[in-house]
């Protein structure tokens, strides 16, 4: 206690340089705690975006790919898979429910999407939450749209308001649909996931669009009419993908290899949970890249307690001296000196941790809104505490060097030193 006393009152003396270095520690260990936040929470929030579909299905491609243009609408699909068989699929007497998927359009940058009402429904993210109606309703007629809530934010759409679907993907296209324009049904509530940026439309609505269309061009000759095109049969003859829900989970490894073993057509099935894990296997370097540079960030921080102690230990050696000669034992001077480097690296580690809070308050909104991250404000686990610990004990073990320099230190030496 008496040596805690004697550091505190030795770091008051010195408050300007303690206080810088309390601060350094602090936002290094703010950074890399942060960074473990973030990368939790996008592991979260990835996992998030697609929550109660056990399986989903495409033609035959890897897992990730399939998870990556299915759910995050990254990518393409290698080929598409016939509406046949996706309705023999369909007919499975443990599916509970399935949903088609139609990609290929878009709109100012934004992925086009075409399904059915069931996406409504059963789709869910965020721990099996519901999709939601900011305001309107899911598409009624062929040429209703329903809008991610990003997408009418960054383009300004209200209800009713007309928009032109363009063939292919690209952020400026020359080959729009317009001869037959979309009217705004609905806007969904923000998700923080792929939805916000996705248009909705129905499946018919993919085929009425492309049905003046052959391998990628308009046809040559009169275009059909909206009222011309409702009177088809705008059955699709094939789909990207789909989404599917069993009624048992114990079901779902016998049904995913029925379709990977489907005759029909080459088929591919794939667990989200499974793909996602595989998706974090392709980009663990990454993760380690960035916990590498936070541990980085903490030993430089450490190392500049280190350099301060060091720095300031000539210019205490009359204040060992003083301490010597009345008593205090070479084993004091060591104990001071490192509780010095615990109280600093202590310290540093609350500031750290009260920052990182405070910043997460502050900015999650905002990182959920623009990003799509969700993070917890869940008490530190026990990973973090014990991350926590082995930076206040390597704080300790870093304040050996000028602890030892110190108790080495002389009565002679310390007496000699004039002002």
């Given at each position: 206690?008496?040596?805690?006393?004697?550091?505190?009152?030795?770091?008051?003396?010195?408050?300007?340089?303690?206080?810088?270095?309390?601060?350094?520690?602090?936002?290094?260990?703010?950074?890399?705690?942060?960074?473990?936040?973030?990368?939790?929470?996008?592991?979260?929030?990835?996992?998030?975006?697609?929550?109660?579909?056990?399986?989903?299905?495409?033609?035959?491609?890897?897992?990730?790919?399939?998870?990556?243009?299915?759910?995050?609408?990254?990518?393409?699909?290698?080929?598409?898979?016939?509406?046949?068989?996706?309705?023999?699929?369909?007919?499975?007497?443990?599916?509970?429910?399935?949903?088609?998927?139609?990609?290929?359009?878009?709109?100012?940058?934004?992925?086009?999407?075409?399904?059915?009402?069931?996406?409504?429904?059963?789709?869910?993210?965020?721990?099996?939450?519901?999709?939601?109606?900011?305001?309107?309703?899911?598409?009624?007629?062929?040429?209703?749209?329903?809008?991610?809530?990003?997408?009418?934010?960054?383009?300004?759409?209200?209800?009713?308001?007309?928009?032109?679907?363009?063939?292919?993907?690209?952020?400026?296209?020359?080959?729009?649909?317009?001869?037959?324009?979309?009217?705004?049904?609905?806007?969904?509530?923000?998700?923080?996931?792929?939805?916000?940026?996705?248009?909705?439309?129905?499946?018919?609505?993919?085929?009425?669009?492309?049905?003046?269309?052959?391998?990628?061009?308009?046809?040559?000759?009169?275009?059909?009419?909206?009222?011309?095109?409702?009177?088809?049969?705008?059955?699709?003859?094939?789909?990207?993908?789909?989404?599917?829900?069993?009624?048992?989970?114990?079901?779902?490894?016998?049904?995913?290899?029925?379709?990977?073993?489907?005759?029909?057509?080459?088929?591919?099935?794939?667990?989200?949970?499974?793909?996602?894990?595989?998706?974090?296997?392709?980009?663990?370097?990454?993760?380690?890249?960035?916990?590498?540079?936070?541990?980085?960030?903490?030993?430089?921080?450490?190392?500049?307690?280190?350099?301060?102690?060091?720095?300031?230990?000539?210019?205490?050696?009359?204040?060992?001296?003083?301490?010597?000669?009345?008593?205090?034992?070479?084993?004091?001077?060591?104990?001071?000196?490192?509780?010095?480097?615990?109280?600093?690296?202590?310290?540093?580690?609350?500031?750290?941790?009260?920052?990182?809070?405070?910043?997460?308050?502050?900015?999650?909104?905002?990182?959920?809104?623009?990003?799509?991250?969700?993070?917890?404000?869940?008490?530190?686990?026990?990973?973090?505490?014990?991350?926590?610990?082995?930076?206040?004990i390597g704080g300790i073990l870093a304040g050996l060097l000028p602890a030892i320099r110190a108790y080495r230190m002389s009565l002679v030496d310390g007496m000699?030193?004039?002002?």
């Amino acid at each position: 206690m008496i040596i805690a006393r004697l550091a505190l009152q030795s770091l008051k003396n010195r408050w300007l340089t303690a206080l810088l270095t309390v601060l350094a520690i602090g936002l290094s260990v703010m950074l890399f705690l942060g960074v473990e936040k973030i990368r939790n929470g996008a592991r979260a929030s990835f996992a998030d975006t697609i929550s109660g579909t056990d399986l989903i299905m495409g033609a035959r491609s890897g897992s990730v790919q399939l998870m990556l243009y299915s759910v995050f609408r990254i990518g393409n699909a290698t080929n598409n898979m016939s509406w046949s068989s996706f309705q023999k699929i369909a007919k499975r007497p443990d599916v509970a429910w399935i949903v088609p998927l139609s990609l290929g359009d878009s709109h100012r940058g934004f992925r086009v999407l075409g399904t059915t009402r069931d996406y409504f429904k059963y789709v869910r993210f965020r721990q099996k939450q519901n999709l939601e109606f900011m305001s309107g309703k899911p598409f009624d007629d062929i040429f209703d749209a329903v809008l991610g809530a990003d997408v009418a934010a960054a383009l300004g759409y209200k209800l009713d308001d007309p928009l032109i679907v363009a063939h292919g993907l690209g952020r400026v296209s020359f080959s729009k649909h317009k001869d037959k324009p979309f009217r705004v049904a609905g806007i969904l509530a923000k998700t923080g996931t792929p939805i916000d940026r996705t248009v909705h439309v129905s499946l018919k609505a993919i085929e009425a669009i492309h049905i003046d269309w052959q391998t990628g061009a308009r046809r040559r000759g009169g275009t059909m009419s909206t009222d011309q095109v409702r009177a088809l049969d705008l059955q699709p003859k094939s789909i990207t993908a789909a989404l599917i829900g069993l009624k048992s989970k114990l079901s779902v490894f016998r049904v995913q290899r029925a379709i990977n073993e489907f005759k029909a057509e080459p088929l591919t099935a794939t667990l989200p949970g499974v793909a996602l894990q595989e998706l974090w296997q392709l980009i663990g370097q990454a993760e380690t890249a960035l916990k590498v540079v936070s541990a980085m960030v903490i030993l430089t921080a450490l190392l500049g307690m280190v350099t301060m102690i060091l720095t300031t230990l000539n210019e205490r050696r009359r204040e060992m001296a003083i301490l010597r000669s009345v008593g205090a034992g070479p084993g004091t001077i060591l104990g001071m000196m490192l509780s010095e480097a615990a109280i600093l690296t202590g310290l540093g580690v609350v500031l750290g941790m009260v920052a990182l809070y405070l910043a997460l308050g502050l900015a999650r909104g905002f990182i959920d809104a623009q990003f799509g991250i969700y993070l917890n404000l869940s008490p530190p686990d026990m990973h973090e505490l014990m991350t926590l610990g082995g930076i206040v004990i390597g704080g300790i073990l870093a304040g050996l060097l000028p602890a030892i320099r110190a108790y080495r230190m002389s009565l002679v030496d310390g007496m000699l030193v004039r002002n």
